[in-house]
């Protein structure tokens, strides 16, 4: 084979290279998703956070929220001694028309302290709990809901978390 027709051959190579590499990544968007995945925010007197961490490639998926609620310590243990939960979780799929509860997140622990009422949450998830848009970006948030005794109630959203689950 001649210099000349080796260029041909070799440009048809690099092509191919690359439309197989592209189609490789395409066909597995999930391999590009951080892992894990952590978003904070904090308003009014509080302070929230929502992580999801991927165990393995398409399986389960640690899920974490935390929330910090600025209030005195009597008012804190106040809540968390009143019989009933103080506090629930879930993580919601976002979508144009309608928010849809996914998950519920268990409390791990809660805790009045000097600077308030403190908890987190936690549980594993599977990919499918959370594929809220099939074949589509998810767009998730957590969300926590604070009971005080008196039943008022104060919901905390967090920051959206875009992925593939």
């Known amino acids: 084979m001649s210099a000349i027709n ?5 440009r048809l ?3 191919l290279s690359a439309a197989a590499t592209t189609a490789v990544f395409l066909a597995n968007p999930a391999s590009a998703e951080p892992n894990p995945v952590n978003v904070c925010n904090s308003g ?10 991927r165990i393995q490639l398409g399986g389960d998926i640690n899920v974490h929220l935390g929330i910090d609620v600025a209030m005195s310590r009597e008012e804190a243990q106040a809540i968390i001694d009143h019989p009933g939960e103080e506090f629930s979780a879930k993580v919601i799929g976002q979508d144009p028309a309608f928010d849809n509860s996914l998950v519920s997140v268990p409390v791990t622990w809660s805790t009045a302290g000097d600077n308030g009422l403190s908890a987190e949450f ?3 998830a599977t990919w499918s709990q959370l594929n809220e848009d099939d074949g589509y970006i998810d767009d998730l ?6 009971t005080k005794p008196n ?9 959206t978390i875009h992925g593939y689950y």
């Open 122 to 124: 936690d549980m594993v």
């Open 151 to 159: 039943g008022q109630k104060r919901t905390f959203n967090s920051t």
């Open 13 to 15: 190579a690099i092509v």
């Open 6 to 10: 080796r260029s041909p051959i070799r």
């Open 44 to 53: 009014s007197g509080f302070v929230m956070w929502f992580s999801l961490d």
């Open 141 to 146: 948030f957590g969300r926590i809901v604070l």
